[in-house]
């Protein structure tokens, strides 16, 4: 797993975008504390039920609606 600073960020973004898709995760520090973990998103990874948190997550932050939704995405089984 590689390690990137989020002072990193921006000069090493391609670096960031060849490891996710490459299938690494990443971690990115801020002061060289963990502050978030960098997922590669496949297939694999809605299947093993990240669709719902995301999805929760998504909600609470009022990102995405169930209005919103609907409206999106019409005859979309729920």
């Not at 801020?30 to 039920?49: A, H, N, S, V, Y």
């Amino acid at each position: 797993m590689e390690t990137f600073g989020i002072r990193d960020l921006r000069e090493r973004s391609g670096d960031l975008t060849r490891s996710a898709e490459s299938g690494q995760m990443v971690l990115i520090t801020c002061r060289d504390k963990p502050l978030l973990l960098g997922i590669p998103f496949t297939e694999e990874l809605l299947e093993q039920g990240v669709a719902l948190n995301l999805a929760i997550h998504l909600f609470r932050n009022n990102v995405v609606t169930l209005a919103k939704r609907a409206r999106d995405s019409p005859g979309f089984p729920c």
